[in-house]
């Protein structure tokens, strides 16, 4: 395996300040450890999509159909793991970010629509995720007062006064924390060979619901700040085209915990809440509900888990949104800049945390049709998102030898269009559900 010189001049500064025993160990050691050393950016993406709606949606997934959708986590899985890897990809090879090549190929008008609706739809979700953390910190009978401004903050220094690498550690800590639904779902006991039957063969019904659940599933599993986030922490992380092999790993492996995180979120909610019909609008309405059937543990753990995954996604949205804006209109960018350095990336970051902090403060702040809003936007920029990943990523000029292979571009226009498809479909149930 190959490492780019940056890679490798990391490797040395590390390795140097490991004891003497370590150092006279073999080679595959060291590359072991520089594997470990740029690993990152694919699993905090990824794991940033368990956020405060999505938790929902897959607790409401489990409450209503039980253990019967989990077999759309098989090709979620693999449509998320195409459309990362195309911007891993596009980030070693370019150097650039989805943003950047975005606005050199299709010009700046097509490139700052695209940035509206992102900002737009990134602003609600930002809210929805500190109203998350209301309600897991409410649980535990912290009032919202203080743990909203509380974590802002937190997250508001960790991002602006710390070091690229410190908000990585953080964020794959952050991570961790989404372990919890684990043990949730191993609490809860569920049927194990019923579950694997489940995985391994879909069942279909043209009930109205079911089908809008599937496309809600795939909505929530694939949304358009996780690619953009993922590519511009590969470039921000000087990661090259010797470090494909390892980049490619990491989007794999972040992938694979992510929707397996997920599918036990709809396994608990499942085994404990399905037989008696609850119904769910929040993901805080999940964990209360399985005090009573579980018991007082996994209605903590679960509202662990959400305090977490708000936590990652209010750090990871205002971040994506600050790179795609800075990249649209060409201004500095970077963790490893300053206020004086790069205004408008920090400007931009910090603005969306106030924002977020201050309209989730707010009594009675509607968090449902907040949420609505925001999916109607998101339903209508992924497909816009991800044609343009595909076509630059299947452009020879831009990617050279790494472009897409014939099989591989049909694989991605074929996704591209089915999950197109379903998002107009989720757009219009959603439109038709508000009237």
Known sequence: ?????????????????????????????????????????????????????????YSSAGADYGYTLLWVFIPMTVCFIVAQEMCVRMGVVTGQGLADLIREQFGVRWTALVMLALLIANTGIIIAEFVGVAQAAEIFGISRYIAIPITAIVIWWLVVRGTPKRVEQVFLLMSLIFLTYIVSAFLAKPDWAQVGTEFLTPSFSLETGYLFT?????????????????????VEKGMTKEDYPIARADAIIGVFFANLIAAFIVISTAVTLHSQGIKLETAADAAQSLAPVVGQYAKYLFAVGLFGASMLAMGVLPLATAYSVSEALGFEKGLSHSFKDAPIFLGIFSTLIFIGAVVALIPGIPQIKLL?????????????????IVSLSSNEEIMGDFKNSFLYKCLAWTITIVVSLLSVLLIAKTIVGIF
């Open 214 to 234: 599937i496309v809600a599933l795939i909505g929530t599993t694939i949304t358009p700040f996780m690619p953009i986030f993922v590519q511009s922490s590969v």
């Open 372 to 388: 609505i809003l925001t999916q109607c936007i998101n339903g209508l920029l992924l497909p816009v998102l991800l044609i343009a």
């Open 1 to 57: 395996m190959n490492f780019s010189a940056n890679s490798l001049r990391k490797l040395g500064s590390n390795v140097r300040r490991l004891p003497a025993r370590v150092r006279r160990g073999k080679l595959s050691d060291y590359k072991l450890f520089a594997y470990f050393a740029l690993l990152g950016p694919g699993i905090i993406a990824a794991n940033s999509g368990n956020e405060a709606s999505g938790i929902a949606t």
